[in-house]
């Protein structure tokens, strides 16, 4: 399990792709930020692989898009 800071969006997200059948990371849980109410702790199955992020190449992107 992998437990990171994130916000509520991508829960949803996740939910919804985990729903059509993509391969993502199972989320389990989150704990919401009375603080930052759209900041969440979010708890999800793990997954082995490279995660992307705005400064991985393009060749990552496009990769991961095919």
Do not use: H
């Not at 930020?33 to 496009?62: H, M, R, T």
């Amino acid at each position: 399990m992998v437990a990171k800071i994130t916000n509520r969006t991508e829960y949803s997200i996740l939910e919804l792709l985990k729903k059509d059948g993509f391969p993502v990371p199972n989320p389990i849980l989150y704990l919401a930020n009375n603080v930052e109410p759209l900041k969440i702790l979010l708890f999800e199955q793990y997954l082995c692989g490279n995660e992307l992020s705005s400064d991985s190449s393009k060749e990552a992107w496009q990769e991961t898009a095919n």
